[in-house]
């Protein structure tokens, strides 16, 4: 079954710019869409990214989205960090059979 | 802003039976594709369900295959799950999330989540 990967945490300074990757275990992750949802402590999750790169409206451009096909990874790039950037963050695609598939989920920590 | 209102979680034994409801707003609801996500205490997404706009395909996750049924009353605005045969490891928080499309899988949209919780 297709799985999607990422670290459990990273930790940037605020003002910096942080990367979150998310590999796919087979195939080519550039077939389907990548998502990004964010997940602050106690709260829903909120969608930050669809389709690999769009920005919902209200979403800053601070966070966007791309595709690596040579590595088969997705990525989230978060700039000009803030301390309210501090939350879960997981990505999400498919497999073959119309599963939803998410990622573990990335701690990300704004220090 | 696009509404979802999960309701229906409690407490309930192991092998009982619950069903969570999710009723939607300010969206033209037989136009997307839904789906039912969980979390674990202290744990990540889980996709359990999901169904098509028309309700004509239905997905289940294999853990709740066979104890679970999605299902959608278009007239209502209203997405279901019919939880059956409980067990401890179901215990999460449920969220509804809203498909960008008459698919699923694309989430554009959460609920705030009803929490159940299965236990003697």
């Known amino acids: 079954n297709f799985m999607v990967t990422q670290p459990h945490s990273v930790s940037e300074s605020p003002g910096k710019t942080v990367t979150i990757s998310c590999t796919g275990s087979s195939g080519n992750i550039a077939s389907k869409y990548v998502q990004w949802y964010q997940q602050r402590p106690g709260s829903a999750p909120t969608t930050v990214i669809y389709?690999?790169?769009?920005?919902p409206s209200g979403v800053s451009d601070r966070f966007s989205g791309s595709i690596d096909s040579s590595s088969n990874s997705a990525s989230l790039t978060i700039s000009g960090l803030k301390t309210e950037d501090e939350a879960d963050y997981y990505c999400q695609s498919y497999d073959n059979n119309n599963h939803v598939v998410f990622g573990g989920g990335t701690k990300l920590t704004v220090l | 802003e696009v509404q979802l209102l999960e309701s229906g979680g409690g407490l309930v034994q192991p092998g009982g039976s619950l069903r969570l409801s999710c009723a939607t707003s300010?969206?033209?609801?037989?136009?997307?594709?839904m789906n039912w996500v969980r979390q674990a205490p202290g744990k990540g997404l889980e996709w359990v369900s999901a169904?098509?706009?028309?309700?004509?395909?239905?997905y289940y996750t294999d853990s709740v295959k066979g104890r679970f049924t999605i299902s959608r009353d278009n007239s209502k605005n209203t997405l279901y799950l019919q939880m059956n045969s409980l067990r401890a490891e179901d215990t999460a928080v449920y969220y509804c999330a809203k498909g960008i499309n008459t698919q699923w899988l694309v989430i554009d949209y959460w609920g705030q989540g009803t929490l159940v919780t299965v236990s003697s």
């Open positions: 300010r969206f033209t609801f037989s136009s997307y594709g």
């Open positions: 169904i098509s706009h028309s309700a004509d395909s239905t």
């Open positions: 389709e690999d790169k769009q920005r």
